[in-house]
């Protein structure tokens, strides 16, 4: 039996086109991101060339977008649909299989939707021996469900999901590729409506938890207010890859539940289906390799880790509110402390992490770049903020800051700002920062260390300014060494700032 699939190299037409040729069946693929420019094919705009339909018995439609504007959704869901209805017509194809999606009363009339039934209802009313198909949310090698999730946990533990969301069924790629199979060779009458679906409703927050513990990590779900996701979600929809679309979180939200009168397929979505699901799987297309390799390689090792930084952020801020309680001037606390941080600080640096201290990964170039873009926008509005000319305001809330930096002899501070600034680097990027980003992720440790270095600022009484500061240059300094997996180019902007903070107050 010749067999044309439209759509072949999407995530189901592969296993699709893969079941069929097993079973014998000699299968003409078609797509527009086809390899082969013959077989490459825009059928939103034009009918399948004559040459690929001839002798074709069945024709399995796959063509589908899950982002775009209403023009591109309708070509691809419903001119599609009318151009290959027209060439089954001209070709006498036995039989026409339409795969959609679950669809129920009670989803948004959204374009995506819209357009979906309308390509539905083309098929249903066309006269040709049609099936249709509808699977629920779909799991397998290279699908969007399991992935998706698995990068939302790797940029941060704390994944969020619509606080409204109801279930869906999850179905393994292999149930529906089968029951396509089985309406593609005359085995379901014409006009069944398919509504393959796994075994087992889940919640999304399920979902998170059990992808989370299938791969060894933590995984938190917050549900928030959908109108925020919403918005997060047509941000998303503008880069490449995106996490989830506005059409997918719409479905999600809506729910997509099981029909009972459809037998359930019989793979569940267990821990042996996700690592499956995401074998081969990279990281973030859009984060940095350095970002997904600090993270994997600390994933195990913040977990021993993490009870010592906990203890030694406590430890420090006891220490610095018992050293300031004792009325001893401020840069004597920074003396005794220092030393002493960066002991802990150099035996509790990762094992794996050494090459910190060696030449930044992406090229000490482009690393240099970043630092002197950091440092001088950081320095520029510090200097700003320092000055007399800045509004009284402002002035006011950074007299403190002025007062100690003036409270030490402006050589000994110069002479002394690169130890005490290596030595806060190595605390606070090198082990504090990097211990949360293996428990917590990327995002959510960079976030986590940079409020960490201020909380320890405020243990001896630093004014609000410099705790805002510490917060917005923490953050930023953060994300340098995760880009780089490197920590000079944080202590460049970090010394930096510091640097011309000190020269703007002696002048």
Not at 104 to 126: I, N, Q
Not at 218 to 247: M, N, Y
Not at 347 to 371: D, F, H, I, Q
């Amino acid at each position: 039996m010749k067999i044309l699939v439209a759509g072949s190299t999407g995530f189901v037409g592969r296993h699709v086109c893969a079941h069929l040729r097993r079973a014998g069946h000699l299968v003409v693929e078609l797509s527009r991101r086809h390899p082969d420019p013959r077989h490459r094919w825009d059928l939103g705009r034009a009918p399948p060339p004559p040459e690929l339909l001839a002798g074709c018995d069945v024709i399995v439609n796959l063509v589908g977008i899950k982002r775009g504007r209403r023009s591109q959704f309708e070509a691809a869901h419903v001119y599609a649909v009318r151009h290959l209805l027209a060439a089954a017509r001209i070709c006498g194809v036995r039989r026409f299989v339409h795969v959609s999606v679950a669809l129920h009363p009670g989803l948004p009339d959204t374009p995506y939707v819209a357009t979906k039934r309308r390509g539905e209802a083309e098929v249903l009313e066309s006269g040709l021996p049609a099936v249709v198909v509808r699977p629920n949310v779909v799991f397998g090698p290279g699908d969007d469900f399991v992935r998706n999730t698995w990068r939302s946990l790797q940029l941060s533990a704390a994944v969020p999901v619509p606080a409204d969301a109801r279930p869906v069924v999850p179905v393994s790629v292999a149930d529906v590729a089968r029951t396509i199979v089985q309406a593609a060779v005359g085995d379901l009458p014409p006009g069944t409506i398919a509504t393959p679906s796994g075994p087992e409703p889940l919640h999304l927050s399920d979902v998170v938890v059990r992808v989370a513990r299938s791969m060894d990590l933590r995984g938190v779900p917050v549900a928030v207010p959908p109108s925020l996701l919403g918005l997060a979600a047509v941000c998303l929809s503008a880069t490449f890859d995106p996490l989830v679309t506005r059409s997918q979180l719409d479905l999600l939200r809506a729910g997509l539940p099981g029909d009972p009168a459809w037998p359930p397929g019989t793979h569940r979505l267990d821990a042996t289906a996700i690592r499956r699901s995401l074998d081969g799987v990279e990281t973030l297309t859009y984060a940095t390799a350095a970002a997904g390799r600090i993270a994997r390689r600390l994933a195990i090792a913040a977990d021993r880790r993490i009870r010592f930084v906990v203890l030694l952020l406590v430890g420090m801020a006891v220490a610095f509110y018992g050293l300031a309680r004792l009325a001893l001037p401020v840069w004597s606390v920074v003396g005794i402390a220092t030393p002493v941080a960066a002991a802990l600080a150099w035996r509790a640096l990762p094992a794996t992490m050494a090459s910190l201290l060696g030449a930044p990964v992406a090229g000490w170039l482009r690393a240099l770049a970043e630092a002197l873009v950091v440092g001088t926008s950081t320095a520029v509005f510090a200097g700003i903020a320092l000055s007399p000319a800045a509004p009284a305001m402002v002035v006011d809330a950074f007299a403190p800051v002025r007062a100690l930096l003036l409270a030490v002899p402006a050589t000994a501070a110069a002479l002394a700002l690169p130890l005490v600034v290596f030595t806060e680097d190595l605390v606070f990027r090198g082990v504090v920062h990097l211990a949360l980003v293996g428990r917590l992720g990327p995002v959510a440790g960079i976030a986590a260390a940079a409020f960490a270095f201020a909380a320890v600022h405020a243990a001896f009484g630093a004014p609000p300014a410099l705790l805002f500061a510490a917060v917005g240059c923490g953050f930023l300094w953060n994300l340098l060494v995760v880009r780089h997996a490197s920590l000079w180019p944080a202590f460049g902007a970090h010394l930096l700032l510091d640097y011309v903070v000190l020269a703007t107050v002696l002048t």
